[in-house]
């Protein structure tokens, strides 16, 4: 079975090729925070302060660290990254990426269930 997405409270399973409009639209909505879940029970988190975004691959086990897409020349740190509980974050520029990285990147998570060969990439298990 192939590995489908699904945005929760959007209809039905979602298409790579949609994706970045539906993240761009929820962004633009104020909604900094999407969770995209696996039909192989693994999520996507993605927040975003409008500029910079972490992407997140979780596995389906409570607890997994994860990994993240990182910025290796990243300095400093962003704020605004809002989480849905309404918690306002800060994070190392290193932790985030700019917004058409993490756009591109949820984009071949969607696809091909991995992070494009060419992204910057670490894992925290």
Not at 39 to 67: C, K, Q, W, Y
Not at 83 to 93: I, T
């Amino acid at each position: 079975m192939q590995e489908q997405w699904q945005i929760g409270d959007e209809p039905g399973p979602i298409q790579a090729s949609t994706v970045v409009e539906l993240i761009e639209r929820r962004v633009s909505q104020g909604t900094m925070m999407t969770w995209l879940e696996s039909s192989l029970g693994r999520t996507i988190a993605f927040v975003s302060n409008g500029s910079r975004a972490m992407v997140m691959l979780l596995e389906h086990n409570d607890g997994d660290p994860g990994e993240h897409a990182i910025d290796p020349e990243g300095i400093g740190s962003s704020d605004g990254f809002v989480l849905e509980n309404g918690q306002l974050d800060e994070y190392p520029d290193r932790d985030t990426v700019p917004m058409c990285e993490a756009l591109r990147i949820v984009t071949h998570l969607v696809a091909e269930g991995v992070p494009p060969g060419d992204a910057s990439w670490q894992v925290d298990r």
